[in-house]
């Protein structure tokens, strides 16, 4: 890949940060009434600590993501595919919180034990509020983030990484749940969300892609001169 190739990539992803950065310290810092959207369902789930590893490995789960296809894939499609669907994702919960403020009241304000771990977790409560969470941009991103591994053809191979990819996004999921950083709700939209921009983007590019084959195979050419 050449470097102006890179570097026509770069630009619009760097604006896009910027842009969403700005988006969410606003909404973070404005004072506005916020909608609880928490259930009594988000109660039977069971705080668990130890998920604080896979939560804060989203961090490098998507940046290691967009870099191999900012950096490494030849294939503008598919980098263009994973692009366009993370900025429609966040770009519709930067949406979501403007116009509906929402939060949780779910953290547990107390610890059974004292370990690295609960340690790493109220680090994490300090500096995430529990504000604008709907839907869940873990989720999403995380869905995200797997459908283009599991979608590359360069990948195809790699067997390990597209099942590393799926149980790490499985555990991520989980985690935003037993960690009380998200709801049962931003959970669904998160995953909701993610399925149809997955069809947007994969399964009907898929579609085209296997009518196009059809048309130009010998035997479908064959049948049309018949």
């Keep these: 890949m050449s470097t102006s190739t890179r570097i026509k990539r770069v630009i619009p992803v760097a604006l896009y940060t910027v842009f969403y950065l700005l988006c969410f310290s606003y909404l973070e810092n404005r004072h506005v009434r ?86 790493m977790v109220q680090f994490l409560y300090r500096t995430d509020t529990p504000t604008n969470v709907l839907p869940s941009i873990h989720v999403y991103n995380s869905v995200a983030a797997f459908s283009a591994i599991h979608t590359c053809k360069n990948l195809q191979k790699h067997k390990g990484i597209r099942t590393g990819s799926f149980i790490l996004t499985t555990l991520i999921i989980l985690s935003t749940m037993f960690l009380k950083q998200h709801s049962i709700a931003d959970v669904a939209t998160g995953i909701t969300c993610a399925v149809a921009t997955y069809v947007l983007f994969y399964s009907r590019a898929a579609e085209k892609q296997g009518a196009k084959a059809k048309q130009r195979s010998p035997l479908h050419q064959h049948d049309t001169h018949m």
């Design 34 to 119: 916020y909608h609880i959207i928490d259930s009594s369902l988000d109660d039977k789930i069971p705080f668990c600590e130890y998920f604080i590893i896979p939560y804060l490995l989203w961090f490098i789960y998507i940046a290691v993501t967009v870099g191999y296809f900012l950096f490494f894939n030849e294939n503008t499609t598919e980098f263009w595919s994973l692009i366009l669907n993370l900025a429609i994702g966040m770009t519709l919960f930067l949406i979501v919180s403007y116009v509906y403020p929402n939060g949780l009241n779910i953290r547990p304000t107390e610890f059974t034990n004292d370990s690295v771990f609960t340690r």
